[in-house]
């Protein structure tokens, strides 16, 4: 403590934050495995110099020498205390940084940095207004009843109009999930199948829950104006929704943008999100509001083929991290050198320019 004492204010706390991880640590290897951090620690400890080929290892065989290994957050405390562990301690213990989230912390900031924050947590709630109050897809259900209508209410002209903005929200492709009839409404999975619901903490899911609500904004804005003029009144259509369940962005920061003479006023984090959220009986009705906005799922296209290529990447890291031991080793491998990750990315980035 005495020589603690002469360090800055800085470095007493990386001290004590240190001494907290490795107690957590030590909690952690007594709780679960009934031993402490000592089980790493080798009888007989080779040091700088000595001769490697008449050293003898104590305990002689693998079985008996344990290693920790850990895959700590990007934040330096941690990797320091483990560095600490290492070199100081002398325990047996290998380290890597967590592959796969700094993807997602590198795209949120991204997306900060670029203004898309509020896109991203209105598209959050979009994709959870289907499914209801307890994710009981109450809601889908009253989109279903809805369809079952339009065939009726719709004319030849407004039915055309409507298949013309479908196409050109899928980039003009025909698909299955284009009409040829009124009455094929209420066979297209937008109708029939729940949206994903996504969270802000579901990493790349939430980016592909965009892109699936942009291919299906049209038929979606048609058919929640219908839901909320046949359904305003009724107890069950006003039904309030759990206060703020699972659109879960506590960790944004930001400004509020909103006024009070916006028409689609945009948050900036969890709790404008639910100050936006009282204006509005329940998140289907909210979300019917949202549908107005031309521009949301312009900006949701936009993110999902910005973050397209990491997308990709998270993929192919995850399926090699299923493939087995070996493949994992290969791509640790390939990743220290530097050499395959760049020039893949390279040339993916090369052939979009071109």
Known sequence: MEMASELSQTGRRTIFGMMAVV????????TI???????????????????????????????????????????????????ALCYNSGLRL?????????????????????????????????????HGPFDSGAHQWTKQECVKVLPKELSPSDFAEL????????????????PDSPEDLEDLSAVQHLPIFA?????????????????????????????????????????????GDGDDAS?????????????????????ELNQLKDQFANKLQMACHYYQDPLLP?????????????????????????????KTLRWRAARAKGGNLVHYNCCSYYVLHQ
């Open 23 to 30: 107690k957590g640590l030590q909690h952690s290897m007594l």
């Open 33 to 83: 495995f009934g031993n402490g951090l000592e089980i790493f620690l080798p009888k007989t400890r080779l040091k700088p110099g000595d001769d490697m080929a008449s050293a003898k290892l104590d305990p002689p065989t693998c079985a008996e020498r344990p290693i920790l290994t850990a895959s700590p957050d990007e934040e330096a405390l941690p990797f320091k205390s483990l560095y």
């Open 94 to 130: 290998y380290a890597e940084p967590e592959s796969l989230h700094p993807m997602w912390n590198d795209l949120k900031n991204a997306l900060k940095r670029a203004e898309f924050q509020p896109s991203l947590l209105l598209g959050i709630l979009l994709s959870q207004a289907s």
């Open 163 to 178: 298949r013309e903005c479908m196409l050109k929200d899928r980039y003009g492709q025909l698909s299955t999930d284009i």
């Open 199 to 243: 969270k802000y903490k579901s990493w790349f899911q939430c980016i592909v829950s965009l892109y699936k609500l942009s291919l299906d904004w049209s038929l979606n804005t048609l058919v929640l104006e219908r839901a909320v003029e046949m359904h305003r009144g009724s107890a069950r259509f006003d039904e309030p929704d759990l206060p």
């Open 251 to 271: 960790d944004c920061d930001g400004a509020w943008e909103g006024g009070e003479g916006d028409a689609h006023p945009r948050p900036q984090n969890r709790q």
């Open 298 to 326: 312009l900006e949701f296209k936009a993110i999902f083929w910005a973050s397209h290529e990491l997308l990709r990447e998270y993929v192919r890291t995850l399926n090699t991290h299923k493939s087995g031991q070996e």
